[in-house]
């Protein structure tokens, strides 16, 4: 595991990196998921910078995943894109998952979105709904804030007593009316470590633990925002709701599909949150 010192100096170095080519500090910053990752294109007065260019970031193995920090405009805010993120089943710790967003929180980001594509396991859900993050488990067996913690990034004991901000789900929630998007729910999201997809047994327990939907990425990287004092909001695109007494096969292909599917309102969805966010 990577020691306390050469991660912080790889998070400083970083930041000192890219601090001489932001064009400004970002207010938002959004990191999109499998599936998810054409939202860039709405970014205007565009910098796109390869995470293989950024010093110290990790490389995505995931072939949906494009790898690209982009610099810009969502309408009238300043937004930095995440395209792509890393998880902790390619070999990554969850401090290196996430990595990018303690960058970006040291460089004066103050709002996180984090999407995602994650299985229903709440059986009044249906795949191509859209969840906004009540609350979440993390079952990685892992904490990116275990080791010294280093005070200037924030609290050795942060608070979760509200891991989501209220007023951004109550934001995304009208603002899915607004869209008249349908099938917009909110819920408890759980991340387990993968690769391999829940049995019908591990489905059952996730269930019973109170999840609605489950997934292999986002909570290290908000651990570590919620750490360094950002507001967050996460929405998971449903991508099949499984019966754990009538199990159906879970295709890897088939969810990217259905998050691709659900791209356009998703987008639209985030456009108008951002839209309402006070700068």
Not at 46 to 65: D, G, K, Q
Not at 92 to 113: M, N, Q
Not at 199 to 211: D, F, I, M, N, Y
Not at 232 to 257: K, M, R, T, Y
């Amino acid at each position: 595991m990577q020691g306390a010192a050469e991660h912080k100096r790889q998070v400083e170095e970083c930041v000192a990196h890219l601090k001489q080519l932001l064009p400004f500090t970002p207010d938002l910053l959004i990191q999109l998921g499998t599936g998810l990752g054409h939202f860039g294109d709405r970014i205007t007065s565009a910098l796109m910078l390869p995470y293989s260019e950024i010093p110290h970031f990790p490389r995505s193995t995931v072939a949906s995943h494009s790898g690209n920090l982009i610099l810009g405009y969502l309408g009238d805010k300043k937004v930095a894109v995440l395209q792509g993120r890393f998880h902790f089943y390619e070999g990554y710790s969850t401090k290196e998952v996430a990595f990018p967003i303690r960058v970006l929180s040291l460089l004066g980001a103050k709002t996180l979105i984090v999407t995602n594509a994650a299985g229903g396991l709440n059986p009044l859900f249906q795949a191509g709904s859209i969840m906004v993050f009540r609350d979440h488990l993390n079952f990685l067996g892992e904490n990116p804030l275990r080791g010294p913690n280093i005070d200037n990034w924030g609290p050795r004991f942060p608070d979760f007593s509200t891991p989501y901000h209220p007023g951004l789900i109550k934001t995304a929630l009208d603002s899915a009316s607004f869209c008249k998007i349908a099938n917009v729910i909110s819920g408890v999201y759980v991340c387990i470590p993968g690769p391999s997809l829940e049995t019908p047994a591990e489905t059952r327990w996730l269930r019973e633990s109170g999840a609605d939907a489950v997934g292999m990425s986002s909570v290290p990287e908000i651990i570590v925002a919620k750490h360094g004092g950002m507001d967050v909001l996460g929405l998971s695109v449903v991508s099949n709701v499984n019966d754990p007494d009538n199990f159906e096969p879970i295709i890897l292909e088939d969810i990217i599909a259905t998050a691709e599917a659900m791209e356009p309102k998703l987008e639209q969805l985030i456009v108008e949150i951002a839209a309402r966010i006070p700068s």
